[in-house]
């Protein structure tokens, strides 16, 4: 007897996970769901790959205009990074719509494009059919998240939807939110766009995964490099339109209030799981802190799954994939009344801070949270400025910190901030993954790349644990 799965969000890079973990099974029915137009997925759509589009952009911008031996910036041309961030993406989704249309070619394999919401636990409605599961996948992604701001209702706001498909801009521009999304997004209109923007931060300083020197780092490259003015342990309090048709942002800063005026606001507050209209008021589930266990099975109703933006656990695109196998993995397990495994990952993320210019990226524990959990370490840090590779490339800021095992030397993490950090981090998580003694990881990369920044670390590292 087959066991029916009905995946939610099919189009999404989750549900493509489970439905491509569980195509091949043959006591496996699947049936998939996704009213996306044109489809194709958060990341496809409004994440990962747009931005980076525009940010490449912003990123030539900012390479001319520090580069003493260029004698002009050029202009950016926002209608044209906007035309080939749109051809490109429409060129990744229909890859991806295509893809799940060959799944639903196979035997066993429906595709319904169309609306899906619960009418009881195990029961999907969709349009005027009703479809009874043996186990649901919720794989819908996340959404904006808006705050609840007092004045909020009366102002208009741009979120990073807005500025991805925006050909124009103001002048000046407010930020609420310094975390993923406005540190990615805010170079950008200080870049690209040219506008004055001030940034809210409500802690002392942003990238809370990373310790502190980097966010430290990371405040005096927006505010020196890209002329942010980031305001840090700064709380908003509520907002207003002015009368030029501009926003007025009262804010908390150091116990006292102040006004904040610009042209425009830009809400990069985060993102929050995508549940509205799925009928879970039908259904045994709760969302809310702990819903999804390890296994990505509710805590309320072993046979779903919720996987990927959805759970709100990590919102990562690769960890959505991960977690996407898991479950399918698992689903199975279940129907068999075998064990099921938890799903487990090392951090590994890469963010394209410094308009990708100056990425940061992290593998791995960081210091701080190696201490947290009792570890003896061995830390080592490198500047940019100290390699004269980075200084050639007239991209000197930043640094890089390695974190091993003081006992035995395993690495245990790395941290970068800094010119093509982002490509160091797939060696960087085979070293962390592997469980390499630093003393085993060869020290020499080719004269004169941006890698040598790892050869110090790995040598100096291997030193301080010799001496043990």
Same mark, same amino acid.
């Given at each position: 007897?087959?066991?029916?799965?009905?995946?939610?969000?099919?189009?999404?890079?989750?549900?493509?996970? #489970?439905?491509?973990? !569980?195509? +091949? @099974?043959? *006591? #496996?029915?699947?049936? !998939?769901? +996704? @009213?996306? *137009?044109?489809?194709g997925g958060l990341c496809i759509l409004r994440g990962c790959m747009p931005s980076k589009e525009v940010l490449s952009a912003a990123a030539n911008h900012y390479r001319a205009r520090h580069d003493p031996r260029v004698e002009a910036t050029p202009a950016v041309d926002l209608q044209k990074v906007v035309d080939v961030k749109d051809e490109h993406v429409l060129d990744f989704a229909e890859h991806r719509r295509a893809g799940v249309h060959d799944l639903a070619e196979r035997d066993g394999v429906t595709f319904v494009h169309d609306t899906a919401r619960f009418v009881d636990d195990h029961t999907v409605a969709v349009g005027d059919r009703e479809i009874d599961a043996d186990y649901v996948v919720v794989a819908t992604g996340s959404v904006v998240n808006v705050p609840d701001l007092p004045g909020l209702d009366d102002v208009d706001f741009m979120t990073s939807a807005d500025v991805l498909d925006a050909t124009e801009f103001p002048d000046s521009g407010v930020v609420m939110g310094l975390g993923f999304v406005g540190l990615e997004l805010v170079p950008y209109l200080s870049e690209a766009a040219e506008m004055d923007v001030t940034a809210i931060e409500h802690d002392a300083r942003p990238l809370d995964e990373a310790d502190d020197a980097f966010g430290d780092e990371l405040l005096d490259i927006y505010r020196d490099q890209f002329g942010v003015d980031v305001l840090t342990e700064t709380y908003e309090k509520r907002v207003e339109p002015t009368d030029d048709g501009g926003v007025r942002l009262h804010v908390e800063l150091g116990g006292e209030e102040r006004a904040i005026e610009a042209d425009d606001l830009f809400l990069f507050t985060g993102r929050r799981p995508?549940?509205?209209?799925?009928?879970?008021?039908?259904?045994?589930?709760?969302?809310?802190?702990?819903?999804?266990?390890?296994?990505?099975?509710?805590?309320?109703?072993?046979?779903?799954?919720?996987?990927?933006?959805?759970?709100?656990?990590?919102?990562?695109?690769?960890v959505a994939k991960e977690q996407g196998h898991t479950a399918a993995d698992n689903i199975l397990a279940h129907a068999r009344g075998e064990s099921l495994e938890p799903y487990e990952n090392v951090h590994h993320h890469v963010m394209f801070a410094g308009a990708g210019v100056y990425p940061f990226a992290r593998v791995g524990l960081s210091e701080t949270a190696a201490e947290a959990i009792g570890r003896d370490v061995v830390a080592v840090?490198?500047?940019?400025?100290?390699?004269?590779?980075?200084?050639?490339?007239?991209?000197?800021?930043?640094?890089?910190?390695?974190?091993?095992?003081?006992?035995?030397?395993?690495?245990?993490?790395?941290?970068?901030?800094?010119?093509?950090?982002?490509v160091m981090a797939k060696t960087m998580q085979v070293v962390v993954e592997t469980g390499?003694?630093?003393?085993?990881?060869?020290?020499?990369?080719?004269?004169?790349?941006?890698?040598?920044?790892?050869d110090s670390l790995l040598g100096d590292a291997s030193e301080r644990v010799e001496k043990r």
């Open positions: 007897m087959s066991t029916h799965v009905v995946i939610i969000g099919a189009y999404g890079s989750a549900g493509v996970a #489970v439905a491509r973990r !569980l195509v +091949d @099974d043959p *006591d #496996v029915e699947l049936t !998939l769901i +996704d @009213d996306g *137009d044109p489809g995508n549940l509205d209209g799925l009928g879970l008021q039908h259904t045994a589930l709760e969302p809310g802190p702990g819903w999804v266990a390890d296994t990505m099975q509710a805590r309320d109703d072993p046979r779903t799954f919720v996987v990927g933006d959805a759970n709100g656990r990590e919102p990562i695109l690769h840090t490198r500047h940019a400025s100290d390699d004269g590779v980075f200084r050639t490339k007239q991209a000197a800021e930043g640094l890089a910190k390695l974190v091993v095992d003081a006992a035995d030397g395993t690495v245990l993490g790395y941290q970068g901030l800094h010119y093509h950090a982002d390499m003694d630093v003393r085993d990881v060869p020290d020499r990369a080719y004269h004169p790349t941006t890698p040598e920044i790892l």
